[in-house]
């Protein structure tokens, strides 16, 4: 028997601000203190982004708390930390990131099933307030069908 995957943060905003185009897994590089952090969940990837530089994609403003027991050797909470992909995806990313005036966000971080770090990254444009609004028009409608739907099966 596996292992289940362990969601750490996830970002639902991202979801609301931005129009996802295409999604990434990456691995994260990490100290010791922020994995022991990261599993007990003390993460925040709200105002977080990644872009690449050097042919490495860096991720920015992720706050990982201090860990409790980790005295002199904890980490700096917001540090830049490197994600783990594979060159071909690093060049293919600067490419769209460069041309489309795309941007880099972190949707969830989360431990896979074999207990490693990973992040699923989006490539995303911003959404216009029109294009918010015609979101939540689309979804009031889904669930006023539904709940239609639900009240014809009770007869």
């Known amino acids: 028997m596996g292992r289940q995957v362990k969601i750490v943060t996830d970002n639902r905003r991202a979801r609301h601000e931005y129009?996802?185009?295409?999604?990434?897994?990456a691995g994260i590089a990490l100290t010791g203190t922020e994995v022991k952090s990261l599993r007990t969940g003390k993460a925040n990837i709200t105002d977080s982004y990644a872009r690449v530089e050097n042919g490495e994609v860096i991720l920015y403003e992720m706050h990982v708390s201090p860990y409790e027991k980790g005295n002199r050797f904890n980490h700096e909470p917001r540090?830049?930390?490197?994600?783990?992909?594979?060159?071909?995806?690093?060049?293919?990313?600067y490419g769209k990131v460069r041309e489309k005036g795309l941007t880099l966000i972190?949707?969830?971080?989360?431990?896979?099933?074999?207990?490693?770090?990973?992040?699923?990254?989006?490539?995303?444009?911003?959404?216009?307030?029109?294009?918010?609004?015609?979101?939540?028009?689309?979804?009031?409608?889904?669930?006023?069908?539904a709940k239609a739907f639900r009240e014809r099966q009770k007869y």
Do not use: C, S, W
Request: net charge positive.
């Open 19 to 25: 129009d996802i185009k295409e999604t990434f897994e």
């Open 79 to 93: 540090r830049p930390r490197r994600l783990l992909m594979h060159k071909y995806e690093i060049r293919r990313l």
């Open 106 to 145: 972190p949707l969830k971080v989360y431990f896979n099933e074999r207990g490693k770090a990973k992040v699923e990254l989006a490539l995303v444009k911003g959404k216009r307030l029109y294009d918010k609004r015609q979101d939540i028009a689309a979804r009031d409608a889904q669930r006023e069908i």
